[in-house]
């Protein structure tokens, strides 16, 4: 059973990614050698063999709100905005839900937001592109709404159950974007977004109480290939474009297997195919504004790409974004 919501498409409506921020963790652990973690060492060659060189670790001070702030104040210090000027706080996060009150509020206060709605979504790791699609709904319905900042966080690294490899590729970090209503005119911007669900794949993966570890089933990477081709074709269908029209795709990385399966299935050169999960690991619904942010402060990502992002996560929810940095 599919639930397909058809998206929405964007253009024209003057969306744009003003600024990006992320925040990474103080504890980088490398995997250059033994690694012991969780009281299992792993000798050089699975970290190799899952292709991951390098993760973040929160201490315990580095709580999910911690880094929710500090990646959105580098968003809005890259935009050029103040958080007083913020109309909307959408908090991203899957692995420290509580029951009230939402994380988001305190977000908010703490960036000095205080005339801000502020709420959290979730979506598993599809979450960035539930929360800034949720963001560019509210913006164009409220006239006098101009700017969000759309905020993912995850400590993914609680969420790997001890004796398992997921230790070796679920890294933590935050990632946010200030979503913010300009020229309608302008070519650049949010372009189209789209989030399905298949309620009949919900229990692909799982985490629940008590200990909330991950719990997969071995069919999720053809299902994760599978749901990332879907929603790629039909972004790319809906703008009346190729796979060779876009400048990059910036995925929600699983893990190597997926990536092979989501290049060949679109038959993307490797080189356009852009992530930083051999330095990050798998940071849940953080992965894809870390991406952005990253290599547009390093150069690699440039004014003017077209990029296509898809994600995938538990639920089973499949989503895409197609913008113009």
Excluded at 39 to 44: A, E, K
Excluded at 142 to 161: E, L, N, Q, S
Excluded at 301 to 312: I, Q
Aim: charged letters at 20%.
């Amino acid at each position: 059973m599919h639930a397909r919501t058809e998206g929405r498409t964007w253009t024209g409506s003057g969306l744009k990614f003003a600024g990006l921020g992320h925040y990474y963790p103080r504890h980088l652990r490398r995997h250059d050698g033994e690694v012991t973690v969780g009281g299992r060492t792993y000798p050089p060659e699975a970290a190799a063999e899952l292709g991951v060189r390098s993760l973040h670790v929160a201490d315990e001070d580095e709580t999910l709100e911690f880094m929710a702030v500090q990646a959105a104040r580098n968003a809005l210090e890259n935009a050029g905005r103040s958080a007083a000027d913020v109309d909307l706080v959408v908090l991203a996060n899957w692995t420290d839900r509580q029951w009230i009150p939402e994380i988001a509020p305190g977000v908010a206060a703490e960036l000095g937001a205080h005339g801000a709605l502020a709420f959290d979504v979730c979506g598993a790791c599809t979450g960035f592109v539930h929360g800034l699609q949720t963001a560019a709904s509210f913006l164009t319905a409220h006239p006098g709404w101009k700017r969000a900042v759309v905020v993912a966080a995850d400590r993914f690294t609680r969420r790997a159950r001890p004796g398992t490899r997921g230790q070796l590729v679920f890294g933590d970090a935050a990632g946010a974007v200030v979503l913010e209503k300009g020229d309608p005119d302008d070519p650049s911007g949010l372009l189209d977004s789209v989030l399905d669900c298949d309620a009949s794949e919900a229990d692909t993966v799982a985490a629940r109480a008590p200990e909330g570890f991950l719990r997969p089933k071995p069919e999720l990477i053809d299902l994760a290939v599978r749901s990332s081709l879907r929603v790629a074709d039909n972004v790319l269908d809906r703008n009346g474009l190729k796979t060779s029209d876009i400048d990059w795709l910036v995925p929600h990385p699983g893990n190597n297997a997926i990536h092979a399966g989501v290049r060949d299935g679109l038959d993307l050169p490797v080189e356009k195919f852009l992530t930083n999960f051999a330095d990050r690991g798998n940071t849940g619904c953080a992965s894809i504004p870390i991406a952005l942010s990253e290599f547009t402060q390093s150069g690699v990502l440039k004014s003017g790409d077209l990029v296509l992002s898809t994600a995938v996560g538990s639920g089973w929810y499949y989503g895409g974004l197609l913008y113009r940095l």
